[in-house]
């Protein structure tokens, strides 16, 4: 069940919500002020590392794989 972001058009909060079916995406209602005027944005991620370290995983290697 994948988790949504969403934008009111109303009051313009911006809010997640558990997506199960079509449904609940039809019947969805801002938190803020109730308006069932609302739209999914695009959600954003960022990664972040410090300088000089190594990542977490290294290709081609076996270590952590399951058999």
Do not use: H, W
């Amino acid at each position: 069940m994948p988790i949504y972001e969403y934008e009111c058009k109303k009051c313009r909060s911006e809010f997640e919500a558990l997506v199960r079916n079509c449904e609940d995406e039809k019947k969805m209602l801002c938190p803020q002020c109730q308006s069932q005027d609302v739209v999914r944005i695009m959600s954003c991620f960022s990664t972040a590392s410090r300088s000089g370290s190594s990542a977490g995983c290294s290709s081609g290697s076996s270590a952590g794989r399951f058999t």
